[in-house]
T-cell receptor, first 113, second 111 residues
Framework: NAGVTQTPKFQVLKTGQSMTLQCAQDMNHNSMYWYRQDPGMGLRLIYYSASEGTTDKGEVPNGYNVSRLNKREFSLRLESAAPSQTSVYFC????????????FGQGTRLTVV | RKEVEQDPGPFNVPEGATVAFNCTYSNSASQSFFWYRQDCRKEPKLLMSVYSSGNEDGRFTAQLNRASQYISLLIRDSKLSDSATYLCVVNERNQGGKLIFGQGTELSVKP
């Protein structure tokens, strides 16, 4: 019963380094999402993908890129990490363009120093 | 104006109390509404969907007012285990199914 799997769970980067956060779901969902959560704030949408082959910007896309590799996988890339990108990142998936319940990965705790 | 707004709290209530959370959304074309629960910055999990006619699940009641663009969650007979952050979520299906979260309302239930 994997659901949504995110890797890695923790990461420390130096300013300017790049990395890719991986996300995979095994529920045959069409929609996938990337959020970030900062202390005292809710989840802010970075990018989302309504279906395989499509991606759209959310509220805070600057500094990030995404790839919907196939129906199962949706990756988030930081090309040149900045301290402002220190956050907890959550990947989620849902069926029917978000009409049904969204399931979340366990999160990636990223620190940029 | 934020797309989805909630009172951040915190709400500190004794066991057995009734507590209500409110949420407003700005996009009148929003089509689906949810309440999620988040414990200690773990991943959010669905508490309940919110239907136009209102719906109840045990001690939890959700209401939707489309005219006022307002969603509420009522928790009766609060338990210690209800302590968490409650997140209001709106699906903007006219934008390809964007799921927008409010900033969350923190609830602390005390003995």
């Amino acid at each position: 019963n994997a659901g949504v799997t995110q890797t890695p769970k923790f990461q420390v980067l130096k300013t300017g380094q790049s990395m890719t956060l991986q996300c995979a779901q095994d529920m045959n969902h069409n929609s996938m999402y990337w959020y970030r959560q900062d202390p005292g704030m809710g989840l802010r949408l970075i990018y989302y993908s309504a279906s395989e082959g499509t991606t759209d910007k959310g509220e805070v896309p600057n500094g990030y890129n995404v790839s919907r590799l196939n129906k199962r996988e949706f990756s988030l890339r930081l090309e040149s990490a900045a301290p402002s990108q220190t956050s907890v990142y959550f990947c989620a998936s849902s069926g029917q363009e978000g009409v049904t319940e969204a399931f979340f990965g366990q999160g990636t705790r990223l620190t940029v120093v | 104006r934020k797309e989805v707004e909630q009172d951040p709290g915190p709400f500190n209530v004794p066991e057995g109390a009734t507590v209500a959370f409110n949420c407003t959304y700005s996009n009148s074309a929003s089509q689906s509404f949810f309440w999620y629960r988040q414990d200690c910055r773990k991943e959010p999990k669905l508490l309940m969907s919110v239907y136009s006619s209102g719906n109840e699940d045990g001690r939890f009641t959700a209401q939707l007012n489309r005219a006022s663009q307002y969603i509420s969650l009522l928790i009766r007979d609060s338990k210690l285990s209800d302590s968490a952050t409650y997140l209001c979520v709106v699906n903007e299906r006219n934008q390809g199914g964007k799921l927008i979260f409010g900033q969350g309302t923190e609830l602390s239930v005390k003995p």
